[in-house]
């Protein structure tokens, strides 16, 4: 059975960095995104990654502020959050799907989130 659990989300001020992780259970697909939800809105991709070849795909809007990565040893996903705005607080979720994407129909198996809240 698969699982998506997510970790790290705190309370932050802006300018600070924090950093999540997605723990997959076992061999769960090809490709883990991070995406963000706050109330009202859709789902907005802020990460992708292959996790076979390493790719990873980004929106513009960051300007670089955010990076994935990936550890296979440990089954985890890794979201680096650097320079955060008041802008970023959201509820983060981590997906499994097929393909290096940012759209959300793309990722059938999602984490439960965790929250980042940034304060200016």
């Known amino acids: 059975e698969w699982s998506l659990v997510e970790s790290g989300g705190d309370s932050v001020q802006a300018g600070g960095s924090l950093r999540l992780s997605c723990r997959y259970s076992?061999?769960?697909?090809?490709?883990i995104g991070w995406f963000r939800q706050t109330p009202g809105k859709a789902q907005e991709g802020v990460a992708a990654?292959?996790?076979?070849?390493?790719?990873?795909l980004y929106p513009d809007s960051l300007e670089g502020r955010f990076h994935i990565s990936h550890d296979n040893a440990k089954n985890t996903v890794a979201l680096q959050m650097d320079s955060l705005k008041p802008e970023d607080t959201a509820v983060y979720s981590c997906?499994?799907?097929?393909?290096?994407?940012?759209?959300?129909?793309?990722?059938?198996?999602w984490g439960q989130g965790t929250q980042v809240t940034v304060s200016s």
């Open positions: 997906a499994a799907g097929s393909e290096l994407s940012l759209t959300a129909s793309d990722f059938p198996y």
């Open positions: 076992t061999y769960i697909s090809r490709y």
């Open positions: 990654i292959s996790l076979y070849a390493g790719n990873t």
